[in-house]
């Protein structure tokens, strides 16, 4: 073969063995359960990281029956996760959290073997967003 076969032959290699791992992975956390916790929020804002939410999980306010065992795993989960949002809304957010009793929940993707994923968040049962257009 010629070279200029063998350098597209090497170029693509690389390129198609991490397209395939990407597709893998989001394929994984596409089809896994979803798991939905109850968490709670503190300091909305990092000078360095940019604007985001921490939330704490709360186990004693999570269903665990969404569980295959009907028990919680907290220890297959991070005990705080930070959740980023744009800068313009970061304030009402904050505020919605602390003050107005907002009930806050996080939906991972909870693959058997692997880590749980977050996906995203809930503010009274409705995606930020959405609860945000309808409350401002």
Known sequence: MS?????GLALAFPI????????????????????????EGYDPRSLISGHYLYLRLNWQETDCTQFE??????????????????EKVASRLDNAIRKDNVKVELVFAYPKNKNP????????????KE????NI
């Open 117 to 128: 994923y977050l996906k995203k968040m809930l503010l009274n049962g409705k995606p930020w």
């Open 3 to 7: 070279k200029k076969i063998w350098l």
């Open 69 to 86: 065992d009907n028990l919680c795993h907290p220890n297959r989960f991070e005990g705080v996760y930070k959740y980023f949002i744009p």
């Open 16 to 39: 198609i063995i991490l397209s395939l791992w990407v597709w893998s992975v989001d394929s994984g956390i596409k089809n896994a359960p979803e798991i939905t916790i109850r968490a």
């Open 131 to 134: 609860w945000l257009q309808e």
